[in-house]
């Protein structure tokens, strides 16, 4: 018999008793049986969710070679530019895919920025944090210094990481960390401000880092442990805050006037962290260092994804974590309200630095540096 047949069968059964002859108990039988029936009957017969579509990100065979040893960021400035920041190097590069060439941003000599570490883009123009200059300077989309935002000094100098089309910024603020690192525990929040840095809002909460103690030479401090996941956050052009959280798995929208929107739970498989993730997590310290990296306590399951970058439209990639040896990289897309719409998928190590409505852009380590590649978003 099928759902909808029992369903209409117990409906029949109960709505045959004669009037006034439904007594709360009849015999030795209650009717709480019959209405969780119903209840579960009726959910069984709902539809049942299509598949999340799955596709394959296509290559197009462009790449960059770039001497940048840390994982760049990554801004697209608009046809086949981007801007790339080399925080070791101390530059932010604009990579050309039409000439496969990387310029330094402001030219070979120029003195606008001294220890880039963050870049975004808002609008018309490229954003570059800078903490040696303590400030954020703007460049317009072809490559001229546009003006500038010092270090928020009612933030303890922190430089914003987004910014609307109405101009607020949005800044990170961490807690004070106290000497031993206990400080840590506490969460960061996101705060907004207006475009003179005349107000400052609190609009979000991040969740506390994932802390272990240590305890050296009789000294105990906490330190996070390798690993551990990490909120990312981002702003939409019309003010909406994202907030996608490994913990819980799920992706969080928070509207201009501060109304929250808790996306559903994403699926994920549980993958234990092995000998080979550590070994690799080892070998990114020099040998002097490596007795120490080794006393660092690991997370027992990897996060649910290690990466998070806004698409153009609004929606939101995730990277999930993969178990060592596995050759696919996966992304979760997700939209504005939450929920997963689709799944791509590429073969290698690239990270997703950035996005067009039509490509990705994945920086791939090598030997002295990253290969920046683009692939095609199948539609």
């Not at 209840?39 to 790449?63: M, Q, S």
């Not at 929208?253 to 699926?267: C, D, F, N, T, V």
């Not at 698409?311 to 929920?339: C, F, M, N």
Request: aromatic fraction near 8%; proline fraction near 9%; glycine fraction near 8%.
């Amino acid at each position: 018999m099928s759902c909808l047949s029992a369903l209409s069968a117990l409906s029949a059964h109960l709505s045959a008793c004669p009037p006034g002859r439904l007594p709360v108990r009849f015999g030795a039988m209650s009717l709480r049986p019959y209405l969780v029936g119903l209840v579960l009957l009726a959910a069984a017969c709902e539809k049942p969710k299509p598949p999340v579509p799955v596709a394959e990100l296509r290559p197009t065979g462009d790449t960059i070679l770039a001497r940048i040893t840390e994982l760049p960021l990554a801004a697209w400035l608009g046809g086949d530019r981007w801007a790339v920041l080399d925080a070791n190097g101390k530059a932010v590069a604009v990579a050309s895919f039409g000439t496969r060439s990387l310029t330094r941003l402001g030219g070979a000599k120029t003195d606008a920025y001294q220890n880039p570490f963050g870049l975004f883009r808002s609008g018309d123009s490229l954003w570059v944090d800078d903490w040696g200059l303590r400030r954020a300077t703007a460049w317009r989309l072809d490559g001229t210094m546009s003006g500038f935002v010092p270090a928020a000094d009612p933030l303890r100098g922190a430089l914003p990481r987004a910014r609307d089309a109405a101009g607020q910024l949005y800044y990170e603020v961490n807690p004070p960390t106290r000497p031993d690192g206990s400080g840590n525990r506490d969460s960061a929040a996101i705060v907004r401000s207006t475009p003179g840095l005349t107000r400052f809002d609190t609009v979000a909460r991040l969740s506390p880092p994932d802390l272990a103690p240590i305890t050296d030479q009789g000294q105990t401090r906490f330190e996070r442990r390798a690993l551990s996941a990490s909120d990312r956050w981002g702003v939409l052009p019309d003010g909406t805050l994202w907030v996608a959280r490994p913990g819980p798995n799920r992706v969080w929208w928070i509207a201009p006037g501060g109304k929250s929107q808790r996306g559903e739970a994403l699926p994920d498989p549980v993958l234990p962290v092995q000998a080979e993730d550590r070994e690799m997590f080892y070998r990114q310290f020099p040998p002097e260092l490596r007795a120490s990296a080794e006393r660092v306590t690991f997370v027992i399951v990897k996060p649910a994804f290690e990466q998070a970058v806004a698409a153009p439209d609004g929606s939101i990639w995730l990277e999930k974590s993969r178990a060592y040896g596995d050759s696919i990289k996966q992304w979760q897309v997700v939209d504005r309200t939450g929920t997963l719409k689709q799944i791509f998928k590429v073969r290698g190590d690239g990270v997703l630095v950035g996005l067009t409505p039509d490509l990705v852009l994945l920086a791939e380590p090598f030997t002295d540096g990253h290969r920046l590649l683009t692939y095609r978003i199948p539609r």
